[in-house]
C-alpha cells in the first residue's frame, strides 16, 4: 500500500517550452500533496504544498506563476515548470499524505528528472 | 522553524557490521521524525518512523532512538548488507498539517 506514481520519469525539453508532472496516489487519497526538488548530492527542498480543492501554498522564493500547481482530485496533483530554462533542471519529487493513516508521514513518488537545453 | 542536522555526510563499513546515523532537531514541538532511504535516480523511500511517545522502534535489522530532551534520534543499521548503500534522510515535524524537515543526508556505503 501507499504507492506514489510520477509522470513523466524524465523528460528533456527546449528552453522556452513548459513542461507538466504528474504525481498520483495509486492506492489512497491524498488531501495533501508536496512538491519537491533536489539538486545533485543534496537534500530535499519543499517548493510548495498542494491541498485538494485549494490554492497550493509556496515556498519563500519559490515563483509561483513558474511553477504552476494544481490538486483537482483526491489522487492528483499536477506540477507545470512554465517557460523552463536551464536552470530548471533538477530532480523533482512529489509526496503524498494517506489521511487514513495519519497526518505526519509521507509517501514518496520516484521522482522526476528534467533537463532543460 | 524547524532546523535538523545530520551526521555524518558519508559512512563505509564493511559488509556485517553495524551503521548509526545520528541527527538533532531544534523544535521542541516536532513529535514525528522518519527516515528515508534513497537509492540513486529514485525518490525517498520510508523505512521506519518514531513518534515522541516512543524511546525505541525496530523493525528486523533496523532500529531508530529518540531522547527527546536532548533532541537526539539516531538510525541502527545492523548486519548491513551492500543492498543498504543508499543515501539515508532523517527528518522531523511537528505534526498535524506542518511541514517535514529533512536533514542533509548521509550517503551509506556497505563494502563487501
Known amino acids: 500500500g501507499a504507492v506514489v506514481s510520477q509522470h513523466p520519469s524524465r523528460v528533456i525539453c527546449k528552453s522556452g517550452t513548459s513542461v507538466k508532472i504528474e504525481c498520483r496516489s495509486l492506492d489512497f487519497q491524498a488531501t495533501t500533496m508536496f512538491w519537491y526538488r533536489q539538486f545533485p548530492k543534496q537534500s530535499l527542498m519543499l517548493m510548495a504544498t498542494s491541498n485538494e480543492g485549494s490554492k497550493a501554498t509556496y515556498e519563500q522564493g519559490v515563483e509561483k506563476d513558474k511553477f504552476l500547481i494544481n490538486h483537482a482530485s483526491l489522487t492528483l496533483s499536477t506540477l507545470t515548470v512554465t517557460s523552463a530554462h536551464p536552470e530548471d533542471s533538477s530532480f523533482y519529487i512529489c509526496?503524498?499524505?494517506?489521511?487514513?493513516?495519519?497526518?505526519?508521514?509521507?509517501?514518496f513518488g520516484p521522482g522526476t528528472r528534467l533537463l532543460v537545453l | 522553524g524547524e532546523n535538523v542536522e545530520q551526521h555524518p555526510s558519508t559512512l563505509s563499513v564493511q559488509e556485517g557490521d553495524s551503521a548509526v546515523i545520528k541527527c538533532t532537531y531544534s523544535d521542541s514541538a516536532s513529535n514525528y521524525f522518519p527516515w528515508y532511504k534513497q537509492e540513486l535516480g529514485k525518490g525517498p523511500q520510508l523505512i521506519i518512523d518514531i513518534r515522541s511517545n516512543v524511546g525505541e522502534k525496530k523493525d528486523q535489522r533496523i532500529a531508530v532512538t529518540l531522547n527527546k530532551t536532548a533532541k537526539h534520534f539516531s538510525l541502527h543499521i545492523t548486519e548491513t548488507q551492500p543492498e543498504d548503500s543508499a543515501v539515508y534522510f532523517c527528518a522531523a515535524t511537528p505534526g498535524g498539517y506542518q511541514k517535514v524537515t529533512f536533514g542533509i543526508g548521509t550517503k551509506l556505503q556497505v563494502i563487501p
Open positions: 509526496s503524498a499524505r494517506d489521511r487514513e493513516r495519519g497526518q505526519e508521514t509521507q509517501y
